[in-house]
């Protein structure tokens, strides 16, 4: 690390660093996300944390083979209905068809719950990582923080290729995950009522449904993301952000460093830190970074979940809001809620943590900057955005570790 760059160009030093290791992206449970955890390990120890842990377990490679699973039991059940009703009946059909549903249905919501599912161990799993290091307070540690960033980038599908492609994926997300249960119960009316146009209503998730299995199929035959943005610009922020640390340790503050693994894939790292070390850190604040290199606006989530939402709790905002005025500019709440996105950040809400997820976005855009996408290169960071999103950790850090 060069010395005495400002702490932005740090992170873009760390993010350029890891790009060039792993040239064709960091797939969840691959060599090049192993590569990136050794990088951030290596750096740790530099900083003279020679404690520094790798916790192993095992996870989810696709996300896209896991929606293709689920996805195709939709397709099933709105097969089931319009196709064996002449051969079977109207009743029949329909109990194939919302069985289906229901098991398609069940999937998803374990899954976007973070929660285990039936036929998991069917899906291909290999070993991933976290690395793990702690930081100790100068003086008597009354509180911990845990900072978080993923190391894994997601693959370049094709719903992700442009703003328009993004906007249609936002928009048919809720409409094909509420579709397990929109479907059946539409087509059960239309039986009920005899009325057909119920059933033709019944039909509308497909709008998402197919292009969702197709595009589960077909994703992991594409490449994946250089993951410039997403997420190593957060990798590279914590680890700037540890050295800052190491300048100038917290009073009474614990810091805990936490790079996960697995992350685009249903955040299995972080469920896995999670199960371990539950015990030690149920008073923690976590910090999750999160596409932090580009954009203008800073911004926090305050609710996130794809079928069942979680929302920031009100202390954590009210310390946000006592950072802002240090800042001199805004940080402004966003809702990811049923919009087909999910960050680390709703692991740590489920198992009752404070935590709070900081993005930064473009102006006038509700999206990250190259998510997802072959574009997501270094040198589409920007440093101010990178300095920026340090800065207000960096002050959230210190108010935190204000008296009691």
Same mark, same amino acid.
């Not at 932005?8 to 030093?13: I, S, V």
């Not at 590569?35 to 530099?46: F, K, N, P, Q």
């Given at each position: 690390?060069?010395?005495?760059?400002?702490?932005?160009?740090?992170?873009?030093?760390?993010?350029?660093?890891?790009?060039?290791? &792993?040239?064709?992206?960091?797939?969840? +449970?691959?060599?090049?996300?192993?590569?990136?955890?050794?990088?951030?390990?290596?750096?740790?120890?530099?900083?003279?944390?020679?404690?520094?842990?790798?916790?192993?377990?095992?996870?989810?490679?696709?996300?896209?083979?896991?929606?293709?699973?689920?996805?195709?039991?939709?397709?099933?059940?709105?097969?089931?209905?319009?196709?064996?009703?002449?051969?079977?009946?109207?009743?029949?059909?329909?109990?194939?068809?919302?069985?289906?549903?229901?098991?398609?249905?069940?999937?998803?919501?374990?899954?976007?719950?973070?929660?285990?599912?039936?036929?998991?161990?069917?899906?291909?799993?290999?070993?991933?990582?976290?690395?793990?290091?702690?930081?100790?307070?100068?003086?008597?540690?009354?509180?911990?923080?845990?900072?978080?960033?993923?190391?894994?980038?997601?693959?370049?599908?094709?719903?992700?290729?442009?703003?328009?492609?993004?906007?249609?994926?936002?928009?048919?997300?809720?409409?094909?995950?509420?579709?397990?249960?929109?479907?059946?119960?539409?087509?059960?009316?239309?039986?009920?009522?005899?009325?057909?146009?119920?059933?033709?209503?019944?039909?509308?998730?497909?709008?998402?449904?197919?292009?969702?299995?197709?595009?589960?199929?077909?994703?992991?035959?594409?490449?994946?993301?250089?993951? +410039?943005?997403?997420?190593?610009?957060?990798?590279? &922020?914590?680890?700037?952000?540890?050295?800052?640390?190491?300048?100038?340790?917290?009073?009474?503050?614990?810091?805990?460093?936490?790079?996960?693994?697995?992350?685009?894939?249903?955040?299995?790292?972080?469920?896995?830190?999670?199960?371990?070390?539950?015990?030690?850190?149920?008073?923690?604040?976590?910090?999750?970074?999160?596409?932090?290199?580009?954009?203008?606006?800073?911004?926090?989530?305050?609710?996130?979940?794809?079928?069942?939402?979680?929302?920031?709790?009100?202390?954590?905002?009210?310390?946000?809001?006592?950072?802002?005025?240090?800042?001199?500019?805004?940080?402004?709440?966003?809702?990811?809620?049923?919009?087909?996105?999910?960050?680390?950040?709703?692991?740590?809400?489920?198992?009752?943590?404070?935590?709070?997820?900081?993005?930064?976005?473009?102006?006038?855009?509700?999206?990250?900057?190259?998510?997802?996408?072959?574009?997501?290169?270094?040198?589409?960071?920007?440093?101010?955005?990178?300095?920026?999103?340090?800065?207000?950790?960096?002050?959230?850090?210190?108010?935190?570790?204000?008296?009691?």
């Amino acid at each position: 690390m060069t010395p005495d760059l400002p702490w932005g160009l740090r992170a873009l030093e760390h993010v350029k660093a890891i790009l060039a290791l &792993t040239p064709g992206g960091r797939g969840s +449970a691959t060599k090049s996300e192993t590569r990136a955890a050794e990088y951030v390990r290596a750096r740790l120890a530099d900083l003279g944390m020679t404690d520094t842990r790798l916790q192993a377990f095992r996870g989810l490679r696709s996300i896209w083979l896991f929606l293709a699973l689920a996805y195709g039991f939709a397709l099933i059940g709105h097969a089931a209905f319009w196709l064996l009703r002449h051969p079977l009946g109207n009743l029949p059909a329909l109990v194939v068809s919302i069985l289906a549903f229901a098991f398609g249905g069940f999937l998803m919501w374990q899954k976007m719950d973070f929660r285990g599912y039936p036929l998991r161990s069917n899906l291909p799993h290999g070993p991933s990582q976290n690395v793990v290091a702690v930081m100790p307070a100068a003086g008597e540690a009354r509180r911990k923080v845990v900072l978080t960033a993923h190391l894994d980038s997601h693959r370049a599908v094709w719903l992700f290729a442009s703003d328009p492609l993004l906007l249609f994926y936002f928009v048919t997300t809720p409409l094909g995950a509420y579709g397990f249960f929109v479907s059946p119960l539409f087509y059960g009316l239309s039986i009920l009522t005899h009325l057909p146009f119920l059933a033709w209503i019944g039909l509308v998730p497909l709008i998402s449904h197919v292009p969702a299995w197709f595009t589960g199929v077909t994703a992991d035959l594409g490449p994946y993301s250089p993951g +410039a943005n997403d997420n190593a610009s957060a990798v590279g &922020t914590v680890l700037a952000l540890a050295e800052h640390l190491r300048q100038s340790p917290l009073e009474h503050i614990e810091v805990w460093l936490v790079f996960t693994g697995c992350e685009e894939t249903g955040c299995d790292g972080m469920t896995a830190f999670v199960k371990e070390y539950r015990p030690t850190l149920k008073d923690a604040l976590f910090v999750n970074l999160e596409e932090v290199g580009i954009g203008e606006r800073l911004v926090y989530l305050r609710s996130e979940g794809v079928l069942r939402p979680r929302r920031i709790r009100p202390r954590v905002e009210q310390l946000i809001a006592q950072v802002v005025p240090e800042l001199g500019c805004a940080v402004q709440p966003i809702h990811a809620a049923r919009l087909g996105a999910f960050t680390e950040t709703g692991v740590v809400w489920k198992n009752g943590f404070d935590g709070v997820c900081f993005m930064t976005l473009r102006k006038g855009t509700l999206w990250p900057p190259e998510w997802h996408r072959l574009s997501d290169q270094a040198d589409r960071l920007q440093p101010e955005s990178l300095e920026r999103a340090h800065l207000l950790v960096w002050k959230l850090l210190r108010k935190f570790d204000s008296p009691l």
